[in-house]
């Protein structure tokens, strides 16, 4: 049996491709590799070592980009590739943990064609100027469903983005990422970060899922169960940080 500080020595990271024109492509974390996905699509979260660690972005057997990075134990990470085909970035953002009975929501700006823009929930700004590989602060907010909205800096012309049906819960944090541009719509992938579940929540069968994975439908029922009771960081490959 490990020891404890080993055993516990590890980083959880997802990986969001958000290169328009790109095939599908993977990410390898030191020695663990996540699962190749397409334009637009994010993989789950892996357990990787934690500590300093190389990042790989490969499709086809090729290397596209690489970076280093420093992973603290215990936390969890979202790796987007984003950019041009010729010039991909991998940018490493902290994901922020919930707090319980609070629902928390950030944007990340992953589409590099597009400049900078306000992002707004249900017609409150969560972000202002957000910019290509730029995350903002989490918002606190109510939890429901709310129509995600990118326009242009203090709000100037119709939305460049409209899209409803964004579930934020209650003891979740969220991230939407902004991806797009090259040729591909522009559009929101809405990801769950973690999920915090009440304490003395009841037993409710579905075993890992009510835990701090998440899954998309599973917020959704606790927002519309909710609506019925109420009615209603990182290290960018030029070395820039954000933090969750």
């Known amino acids: 049996m490990l020891p404890v500080s080993e055993a516990a020595a590890d980083a959880d990271v997802r990986f969001v491709h958000a290169v328009p024109g790109a095939p599908a492509a993977s990410l390898t974390v030191g020695g663990a590799s996540l699962p190749a996905v397409g334009f637009g699509s994010a993989t789950g979260y892996t357990a990787v070592d934690s500590g300093d660690v190389t990042l790989r972005l490969g499709s086809d057997g090729d290397t596209i980009a690489d970076s280093a990075d420093t992973l603290a134990d215990g936390s969890r990470y979202t790796v987007v590739a ?7 970035d991998l940018t490493v953002y902290r994901d922020g943990r919930p707090a319980g009975g609070q ?4 944007a990340i700006g992953a589409a590099s064609e597009l400049g900078d ?42 939305a460049i983005v409209s899209q409803p049906g964004a579930v934020v819960a209650a003891g979740s944090s969220t991230t939407a990422v902004l991806l797009g541009s090259g040729g591909e719509r522009t ?17 409710t069968g579905l075993g890992g899922l009510t835990g701090e994975q998440g899954a998309p439908w599973l917020l959704a029922l606790m927002a519309a169960l909710l609506a019925g009771a109420v009615g209603g960081g990182a290290h960018r490959f030029s070395g820039r940080r954000r933090a969750g």
């Open 103 to 106: 629902a928390r929501i950030r």
């Open 117 to 158: 823009v306000d992002v707004d929930l249900g017609g409150e700004t969560i972000a202002s100027n957000l910019g290509f590989g730029a995350a903002s602060d989490y918002a606190s907010v109510d939890p429901g469903s709310y129509s995600l909205e990118a326009t242009r800096p203090g709000g100037g012309g119709s």
């Open 187 to 203: 559009r929101f992938l809405v990801l769950n970060d973690s999920t915090v579940t009440p304490a003395g929540a009841p037993a």
């Open 82 to 88: 984003a950019g041009t085909t010729r010039s991909p």
